[in-house]
């Protein structure tokens, strides 16, 4: 027998779609500048940030595969904005670091994400700005803890 979807649920779930929606247009297309994806923002502003980054430390960060997060890196190695290279002190370590274009890129695509969220936030009343950030982090919580659960049922 097909169980029915409760009208709260299904308000979740119509949530749960518009968010991965927009997070799909963020993490897709080069929505900022300089033909650059939000995770390729990502895996620069990370190895900035450091100087110097493994590749098995960005893994972490990233929460991927590690072939995923070799796929990540070839594309910004490719264009010339992250030189990749054996560790000197482990011959199975890779290291990252960023070119003198992948530092520019960075630091212009840092202005136009400024600029992004600026938006983003602009398009929410001041007075509601904190509430809304408070249950979009509750919201998150609730939905990893979720999955934590379910992945232990499988």
């Known amino acids: 027998m097909c169980q029915q979807i409760s009208a709260n649920n299904r308000e979740i779930l119509s949530i749960i779609s518009g ?3 927009a997070l799909r247009c963020c993490q897709q297309e ?3 500048c300089e033909d650059v994806t939000f995770s ?7 190895v900035g940030e450091k100087g110097t980054l493994r590749l098995a430390e960005l893994h972490e960060i990233l929460s991927v595969d ?9 594309p910004l190695v490719n264009q ?3 030189l990749r290279k054996k560790s000197k002190d482990d011959s ?6 960023l070119t003198q274009k992948g530092k520019r890129i960075r630091e212009k695509v840092l202005v136009c994400l400024s600029e992004f969220l600026d ?16 249950s979009v982090r509750l919201f998150l919580d609730a939905i990893q803890r979720a999955c934590a659960v379910d992945q232990c049922r499988s």
């Open 30 to 32: 080069p929505v900022f």
């Open 40 to 46: 390729q923002f990502f895996i620069l502003d990370r």
């Open 19 to 21: 968010v991965s929606r």
């Open 92 to 97: 199975r370590a890779i290291i990252l670091k």
């Open 119 to 134: 938006n983003v936030e602009n398009g929410i009343p001041q007075e509601k700005r904190a509430h809304v950030y408070e």
């Open 80 to 82: 010339g904005l992250v």
């Open 66 to 74: 590690k072939s995923t997060t070799t796929r990540l890196v070839t």
